[in-house]
């Protein structure tokens, strides 16, 4: 009984070194990938007046995807940091010396690394291409909510079919725009010029239509009577243009998805449907998701004996580590995707050959960790690195 607790204890010591800078690492990491698109958002809360709900709305639909990478990469840096401190602490030595193996430490953080894999691949399968969908949906539904968020101004825009927008200014809270140029050539061989002081969009989501209200203007126009061309003008005080939006919407509903946006039943349906180079295509997407999630149990594998080999490194030392490994396997990763895709080699090959190199990466570092047989490479770093004190020491001192 003694026993066993006794082995509880440490596992839950050595868990609770590894989760917390795991918890912390996912905030940061998610954080700083967040920051990307924070400022836009941002502007549509304050200049746009887009409803705070729907901007964090946003938020969540774009959190799957950066989780997919967060998570993997915060692991691996919590193994390091874990590790590196049990061993610069000596208490990896302790633990040796009264018994406990290598093996035998990796369990807990195993475990976790099989949570944290199984949490990615719930992302990789189901969140991330559903919030994918969303986001684009709702981006959809906000721009055509707010017919102004599109239009910029000093700017000729042509977001509708047939129809030229110039405002010399808008006021970004109420919409209202001043100087308006419109041309417009949905009716007539010629196009309408259309000048005035002053307009607003106001939107029907029921109806999908959205109408420009003109205030204080004149329609130009050049029309062909019996041969002859007469130019018109027509002033008005108020006049409104009206655009059907329900066939954009539809096609845009309706279009083709995006590879990233399918589930997984979705793409098996693709790719039996697909020619050679689509097939290709949806392929690698869908033995990507497979593959991803198991990042986590390989970082356990490598990350484990390299924080203990870099023990003397602090924990910046650590950071840097963690992100030269993650650099490196999603180089590989995205070379063996650019091979196949191009179809230079079969798609699950691709895929699935840098998991497997990592893979036995891994186990031979656990191994020679484990008969306690050091890296030449740190020994090398940590040369290196006495070699540039002495000379900093003998610097100052001349």
């Known amino acids: 009984m003694a026993r066993a607790m006794l082995f509880a204890r440490r596992h839950l010591y050595i868990l609770r070194e590894t989760l917390a800078p795991f918890i912390l690492g996912v905030a940061i990491f998610t954080f700083v990938l967040l920051m990307g698109r924070l400022l836009r958002l941002v502007e549509l809360v304050l200049n746009k007046g887009v409803p705070l709900a729907d901007i964090l709305k946003l938020f969540a639909y774009l959190l799957p995807s950066f989780l997919v990478l967060t998570l993997p990469l915060a692991f691996l840096l919590a193994v390091l940091l874990g590790f590196g401190r049990l061993s610069a602490d000596a208490e990896v030595v302790a633990l040796k010396s009264s018994g406990v193996s290598l093996y035998d430490m990796a369990r807990p953080v195993l475990v976790l690394a099989l949570a944290v894999s199984l949490l990615t691949a719930l992302l990789t399968f189901y969140a991330e291409p559903q919030g994918k969908r969303a986001f684009r949906d709702q981006v959809f539904e906000i721009a055509h909510a707010r017919a102004t968020v599109g239009v910029e101004p000093r700017i000729f825009n042509d977001e509708f079919d047939g129809l030229v927008l110039y405002a010399n200014s808008i006021d970004d809270r109420s919409g209202l725009m001043q100087g308006l140029f419109i041309s417009d050539e949905r009716i007539g061989r010629e196009p309408a010029v259309i000048l005035a002081r002053s307009g607003r969009a106001i939107s029907d989501p029921q109806a999908l239509t959205l109408t420009l209200r003109l205030q204080q203007g004149a329609i130009h126009r050049l029309q062909d009577r019996r041969g002859e061309s007469v130019y018109q003008i027509i002033e008005f005080d108020n006049y ?9 919407l539809r096609n845009f509903r309706e ?6 946006e399918m589930s997984l039943a979705e793409l098996s349906q693709a790719i039996a449907h697909a020619d050679a180079e689509e097939k290709r295509k949806y392929l690698v997407e869908r033995h990507q998701r497979l593959v991803m999630p198991l990042a986590p149990v390989l970082f356990a594998l490598i990350g484990i004996p390299l924080g203990i080999q870099s023990q003397r490194s602090s924990r910046g030392g650590g950071f840097a580590l963690a992100l030269a490994v993650f650099l490196a396997y999603y180089l590989v990763f995205s070379f063996a995707e650019t091979l196949g895709h191009e179809g230079l080699v079969p798609p699950a090959a691709a895929m699935w050959l840098p998991n497997l190199v990592f ?17 030449a490479l740190f020994d090398r770093l940590d040369d290196w690195g006495r070699a540039l004190a002495r000379r900093w020491r003998n610097r100052r001192l001349k």
């Open 240 to 248: 409104d243009i009206q655009l059907d939006l329900g066939r954009e």
């Open 255 to 260: 279009r083709q998805k995006r590879e990233s």
């Open 359 to 375: 893979l036995a990466a891994g186990i031979a570092l656990l191994r020679m960790t484990a008969r306690e047989k050091r890296l």
